[in-house]
């Protein structure tokens, strides 16, 4: 029970880092891209500070903050939430409002559209009419 | 209806193409400086106050003003910088006697790695640091290393994006290092 309330414990404060675990969510500077996929030399320098950090102890959000210190702010996979990089968090939400909307519209047309489109059914011809009161009541007989 | 969805689809795929269009704009190189240089002429110089690299304190290179100033923009990664840092520190010893000296812009780099390199040349002129490389951005950097000689004025009077040689030091500070304020 001990054993589980430490693990628990390790979970909630964050954990030990790892440098895949880091790695995926800071950029390499130079390059533009996620370190991750980034082999360039001062993405190896990155990753060395990062193994260095890790080696002091510190836990994900500590090796993060220690980079922004480094290189600032744009090291960071996901952008900071002012300026135009906010179009990077609202872009989305907008698209997403507006597919929602179509679909509102769409939907309301779709629902409308039966009664718009059914034509007016055309009167029957007075032998037509008798034609099928004798077919219903000959159906209504059996 | 159909008339004001229409609209709205418009003016939405509008506002995305403007904006990825600004975002496109907003990353490429400024070449203003470029452009200047080309022409002859020369460019007030972009300065901020950053900290110095292992010194504690700020310095900007408006507090050089009435110097010539040979700005160098490194890394510790970047070879061709750490290549020339001895030809630099040559020259900073060189012209600091005629009111002129190197100052170094580091970006993109971990202070520590880059203290090493200070140490390693025994680097007596100041570097800065411009840890998220904005200071860099305004003098329209793209490439490592890069140099821009700063006059008396505080006019931005040569460049050099890549190495630096002698003859090219020589040959820039010559008539600058003449010049008064």
């Known amino acids: ?142 | 209806m159909r008339f004001r969805a229409s609209w709205a689809v418009i003016l939405a795929a509008a506002l995305l193409v403007g904006l990825l269009a600004y975002g496109v704009a907003s990353r490429r190189a400024d070449t203003s400086i470029d452009d200047a240089i080309a022409a002859g002429e020369r460019v007030d110089a972009p300065t901020a106050r950053l900290p110095v690299l292992g010194r504690g304190g700020t310095g900007s290179l408006a507090d050089y003003r009435g110097k010539v100033v040979v700005l160098n923009f490194w890394a510790s990664w970047c070879k061709p910088c750490t290549e020339e840092l001895p030809l630099l520190e040559k020259t900073h010893r060189a012209i600091s006697g005629r009111d002129a000296l190197v100052l170094g812009a580091n970006y993109q780099d971990v202070s520590d790695s880059a203290l090493g390199f200070v140490r390693r040349f025994r680097l007596t002129y100041p570097s800065l640091r411009d840890k998220d490389g904005e200071f860099a951005d305004r003098y329209g950097s793209r490439a490592f290393p890069e140099t821009f000689v700063v006059d008396r004025r505080g006019r931005i009077a040569a460049q050099r994006r890549g190495p630096v040689d002698q003859a090219w030091l020589d040959r820039t500070l010559k008539p600058l290092l003449g010049e008064t304020a």
């Open chain 1, 1 to 142: 029970m001990k054993a589980l309330a430490l693990v628990l414990l390790v979970l909630a404060a964050g954990g030990p880092a790892s440098l895949p675990d880091v790695e995926d969510e800071v950029m390499c500077v130079e390059c533009g891209t996620a370190l991750n996929v980034s082999t360039s030399t001062v993405a190896d320098q990155e990753r060395a500070f990062i193994r260095r950090q890790i080696a002091q102890g510190k836990d994900k959000q500590e090796i993060k903050d220690a980079l922004v210190d480094q290189f600032g702010p744009g090291v960071l996979a996901m952008p900071e939430e002012k300026g135009f990089s906010l179009a990077a968090y609202l872009v989305p939400i907008g698209l997403a409002l507006l597919a929602l909307a179509g679909l509102a519209v769409a939907a309301r047309r779709w629902r409308r559209r039966p009664a718009e489109a059914e034509p007016a059914a055309e009167p029957l011809a007075p032998i037509e009419n008798a034609r099928l009161d004798a077919e219903l009541a000959a159906y209504d007989r059996r």
